[in-house]
């Protein structure tokens, strides 16, 4: 089965710190691979996506993704953190043949201090 | 482009009533609808795919005949919560498949379902 992991819980770095957040997958083939986020009581705003072609990926507010085939991989990284970055961030995959039905990791919580 | 309004944005309701939540593709068709819920601190959990023009698809163990869904156009689908009771309460939140971009889903703001 597919199935998408988050080992980070919850995550707490200074504001102007380096950010990553670790999104691990399983499945046979390469899916296709997003990072949403999403504020306290809102819905989920796409960050980035990975479909095929130049593993790294750039996104909104200054995101970018690394994908990695060979360990499973799709970290997202930050080089500066603003504290507008407070909030969850999942990540989620979507299996080719699925008909776009996204399964989603568990989501890491990520406060930012001043 | 691409947005989704969801509505209403919170609801709060009696045990045994019924609830429509409505999704909405505002400047695109939407192929495919996706109701999803979540509980508190967790993730979101696929609760159907709706197709417009039939039936939902309901994940397993999602009750059909619970959470009634409607995919009438293009640009709407309802999500109605029948005989509502307090261990249903949660964040719905809806998404839609752009109809050129079948992998890609665009979310809606999310409904707050409190049932008392």
């Known amino acids: 089965a597919q199935s998408v992991t988050q080992p980070d819980i919850h995550i707490t770095v200074s504001e102007g710190a380096s950010l990553e957040l670790r999104c691990n997958y399983s499945?046979?083939?390469?899916?296709?691979l997003f990072w949403y986020v999403q504020s306290p009581g809102q819905g989920l705003q796409l960050l980035l996506k990975?479909?095929?072609?130049?593993?790294l990926v750039q996104g909104i507010k200054g995101f970018e993704a690394e994908f990695k085939r060979s360990q499973s991989s799709f970290n997202l990284r930050k080089p500066s953190v603003h504290w507008s970055d407070a909030a969850e961030y999942f990540c989620?995959?979507?299996?080719?043949?699925?008909?776009?039905?996204?399964?989603f990791g568990e989501g890491t919580q990520l406060t930012v201090n001043p | 482009g691409a947005v989704v309004s969801q509505h209403p944005s919170r609801v709060i309701c009696k045990s045994g009533t019924s609830v429509k939540i409505e999704c909405r593709s505002l400047?695109?068709?939407?192929?495919?609808m996706f109701w999803y819920r979540q509980f508190p601190k967790q993730s979101l959990m696929l609760m159907a795919t709706?197709?417009?023009?039939?039936?939902?698809?309901?994940e397993q163990g999602v009750e059909k005949d619970k959470f009634l869904i409607n995919h009438a156009s293009l640009t709407l689908s309802t999500l109605t919560v029948t005989s509502a009771h307090p261990e249903d309460s949660s964040f719905y939140i809806c998404?839609?498949?752009?109809?050129?971009?079948?992998?890609?889903?665009?979310f809606g703001p999310g409904t707050r379902l409190t049932v008392l």
């Open positions: 998404s839609a498949g752009l109809r050129a971009s079948y992998n890609e889903q665009f």
């Open positions: 499945y046979g083939a390469t899916p296709y």
């Open positions: 990975y479909f095929s072609g130049d593993t």
């Open positions: 989620a995959v979507v299996k080719e043949t699925s008909g776009s039905r996204l399964t």
């Open positions: 400047d695109f068709q939407a192929t495919t």
């Open positions: 709706s197709n417009e023009g039939s039936k939902a698809t309901y």
